[in-house]
């Protein structure tokens, strides 16, 4: 296995574990990240993803050795990477934890997840310039809807890294954490998220998304019609019903 899974409560987290290659994502590894993460996104009672890495790297991109034979045929038919749409797909809420590097397709990688948490040390960077090709895993769009295109343009055409406190003044980071306590941080986060809703916390994340693409007025107009169903859930009542009654809600599956 190149991945270590543990559920906490309703949180699951997931370790990258190629200690040997930075945690560098390979082939298997993301099958089995992408089946632990279907698996458990049925799951009710689970209501969020933690995806973290090592001290050192979260993740030091797409494997080079995996990739550096290949022809273009073989990538074409094997459409190598078109895999990671179904990490996307997951509709559950899934956070980065970023301690040391997150390079080419490990910033990818945290860029797919819905919030990005980092450690003091994280350090984010798309260097495929440097190896003769650019990002492969939707770093040139990602990276440009979230920091802009003047950052965006400056990470990808040099390939240099950027430190924690420049990603998170840049938007691509939510919070930093010291890297002591980086992952008890994030998983108490998780959890808070996990006691929502997993109906509205689904949907609410399924609307930020769709922010990225849609104009406005159909975003909004969206939001509203999505807002209205939320009162076809018992969640909902139970939620404004707790709130008079002055006490915690009781969230099921609703
Ligand atoms: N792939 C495979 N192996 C890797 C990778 C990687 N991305 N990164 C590190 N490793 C391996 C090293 O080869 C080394 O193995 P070995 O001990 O067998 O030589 C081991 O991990 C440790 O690495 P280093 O000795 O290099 O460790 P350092 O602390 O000296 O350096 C760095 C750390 C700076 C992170 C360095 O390892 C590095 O620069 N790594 C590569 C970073 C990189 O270029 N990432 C981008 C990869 S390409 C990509 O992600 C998307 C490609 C898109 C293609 C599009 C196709 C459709």
Redesign the pocket.
């Given at each position: 296995m190149n991945i270590k899974v543990e559920k906490e409560r309703r949180v699951v987290i997931i370790t990258l574990d190629r200690p040997?290659?930075?945690n560098?994502?390979?082939t298997p590894l993301m099958n089995e990240l992408v089946a632990v993460m279907q698996q458990y996104d049925k799951d009710p009672e689970v209501g969020c993803f933690v995806v973290t890495g090592s001290e050192?790297?979260f993740?030091?991109?797409?494997?080079?050795?995996?990739?550096n034979t290949k022809t273009y045929l073989d990538?074409f038919h094997e459409d190598?990477?078109a895999g990671w749409e179904q990490f996307t797909a997951i509709r559950t809420p899934k956070i980065a934890a970023v301690s040391g590097?997150a390079?080419?397709?490990?910033c990818?990688l945290a860029m797919m997840c819905d919030i990005i948490y980092a450690s003091d040390s994280a350090k984010f960077?798309?260097?495929?310039i440097?190896?003769g090709?650019?990002?492969?895993?939707g770093?040139t769009q990602r990276l440009t809807k979230s920091i802009g295109k003047a950052k965006a343009m400056d990470m990808i055409l040099t390939?240099r890294m950027m430190g924690a406190e420049e990603a998170e003044s840049a938007g691509l980071v939510a919070k930093i954490f010291p890297k002591e306590t980086l992952l008890e941080e994030v998983k108490s986060i998780a959890d808070n998220i996990a006691s929502y809703s997993k109906t509205s916390v689904m949907i609410a994340k399924e609307a930020v998304d769709r922010a990225l693409e849609m104009g406005l007025r159909e975003g909004i107009l969206y939001e509203r019609r999505v807002f209205h169903a939320l009162f076809a859930t018992e969640d909902q009542k139970e939620g404004m019903q707790a709130f008079i009654e002055k006490r915690t809600p009781s969230f099921g599956k609703s």
């Open positions: 040997q290659a930075l560098a994502l390979n050192k790297a993740a030091a991109g797409a494997d080079i050795k995996e990739m990538m190598y990477f590097y390079l080419g397709g490990g990818e960077g798309q260097p495929e440097k190896l090709v650019i990002p492969g895993i770093g390939g």
